[in-house]
């Protein structure tokens, strides 16, 4: 997990993945992860100890994933 001001950010899944939190400094902050496995991840985010709106996400993560064509918004 990562926790940045008051954000806690946990990805759970088949294999450990490490967030990394960045303040966009406009109020907005952006969460990086990598996984060395296939499978589906839950991507949990709190404030304050409170799930944040579309938290857990579930993300499924394929064999040959592209990086370069993913992203998340939200």
Known sequence: SNVLDNFVV??????QAVAKVTPNNDGTY??????TSPGTYTVSVLLDDIHI???P???EISEHADASRSSVDG
């Open 10 to 15: 946990n990805v759970d899944g088949p294999s």
């Open 30 to 35: 952006t969460c990086e992860y990598t996984t």
């Open 53 to 55: 709106q579309g938290s």
């Open 57 to 59: 996400h579930s993300v």
